[in-house]
């Protein structure tokens, strides 16, 4: 049963991810998904540096690098230099950025609305409970193929799941 939940839970997000690339916002501003994540992250979290952008998107740095600089380039994202490291930055979102942000954040919390309609209020309460309980397992357990990098510090779980 637990391989048939796991599958069921890619496949949710496999669907929920596909429904957000094709919002009409991410068009009509000429943004990826991948982007307007970036642009989400960032809004969540003001003077994020990019290394912290790699770990909460569990991409590789130079990734977040090329993105950052074509968010930068387009005038989404501003970069000032961390106040105690000198080799970092602290990225925050630009004012049209933010107005951006918002329009596909809209878009997000429609096509939540849809995925979860068939739900009423108690069951959506008792599906939080319970997605939080396999959150909180899955980000504490040392794992089953457990390395040195596997012990490294994760990221808390993205708070996100509580705005919408």
């Known amino acids: 049963m637990t391989e048939k939940l796991a599958n069921r839970m890619r496949n949710i997000a496999e669907a929920f991810q596909d429904h957000l690339a094709h919002m009409p916002a991410l068009r009509?501003?000429?943004?990826?998904?991948?982007?307007?994540?970036?642009?989400?992250?960032?809004?969540?979290?003001?003077?994020?540096?990019?290394?912290?952008?790699?770990?909460r998107t569990q991409r590789d740095k130079a990734q977040i690098a090329r993105?950052?600089?074509e968010l930068d380039t387009r005038g989404?994202?501003?970069?000032?230099?961390?106040?105690?490291?000198?080799?970092?930055?602290?990225?925050?979102?630009?004012?049209?950025?933010?107005?951006?942000?918002?329009?596909v954040e809209d878009q997000r919390r429609e096509v939540a609305a849809i995925a979860f309609s068939s739900l009423d209020p108690a069951e959506q309460?008792?599906?939080?409970?319970?997605?939080?309980?396999?959150?909180?397992?899955?980000?504490t357990h040392p794992g089953l193929f457990a390395n040195a990098q596997a012990h490294a510090p994760r990221p808390a779980p993205d708070e996100s799941a509580d705005e919408s």
């Open 67 to 69: 993105a950052i600089k």
């Open 76 to 103: 989404l994202v501003e970069r000032r230099a961390h106040p105690d490291d000198w080799r970092s930055q602290c990225l925050f979102l630009t004012q049209s950025a933010s107005t951006a942000r918002e329009k």
């Open 28 to 55: 009509e501003l000429a943004l990826t998904p991948f982007q307007a994540r970036l642009l989400r992250v960032i809004g969540q979290r003001p003077g994020v540096s990019q290394l912290e952008l790699a770990r």
């Open 125 to 139: 309460e008792q599906l939080m409970a319970l997605l939080g309980r396999i959150e909180t397992t899955l980000t």
